[in-house]
Nanobody, 122 residues
Framework: QVQLVESGGGLVQAGGSLRLSCAASGSIFNGNVMGWYRQAPGNPREWVAAITPGGRTNYSSSVQGRFTISRDNAKNTVYLQMNSLKPDDTAVYYC????????????????WGQGTQVTVSS
């Protein structure tokens, strides 16, 4: 069973910032690429950002330059710092883990955490 707990969402005005956290069990986190995703109402879930165990990062074009993904391997936690937020960023945000970046970007996981709601007002 996947053990992922996302937190840190909330309501923020456009231009504001939020920091999301995702705590994962060690068996999921260790040695895996971690990714953040989001799903807005009526839309499919989309990949947002990824980070390898060594700290290499990748971002979708929609968040490049505004979001920063990081990880604390000692705490089995991955973070998503979101700056310059826009109303289009409104979604439920999720994290997940995979053995490589291709799988992370594909995002076809059978299990997900509960997610954390981010709402950006204009």
């Amino acid at each position: 069973q996947v053990q992922l707990v996302e937190s840190g969402g909330g309501l923020v005005q456009a231009g504001g910032s939020l920091r999301l956290s995702c705590a994962a069990s060690g068996s999921i986190f260790n040695g895996n690429v971690m990714g953040w995703y989001r799903q807005a109402p009526g839309n499919p879930r989309e990949w947002v950002a990824a980070i390898t165990p060594g700290g290499r990062t990748n971002y979708s074009s929609s968040v490049q330059g505004r979001f920063t993904i990081s990880r604390d391997n000692a705490k089995n936690t991955v973070y998503l710092q979101m700056n310059s937020l826009k109303p289009d960023d409104t979604a439920v945000y999720y994290c997940n883990a995979a053995v490589n970046l291709i799988r992370i970007v594909r995002g076809d996981f059978g299990s997900w955490g509960q997610g954390t709601q981010v709402t950006v007002s204009s």
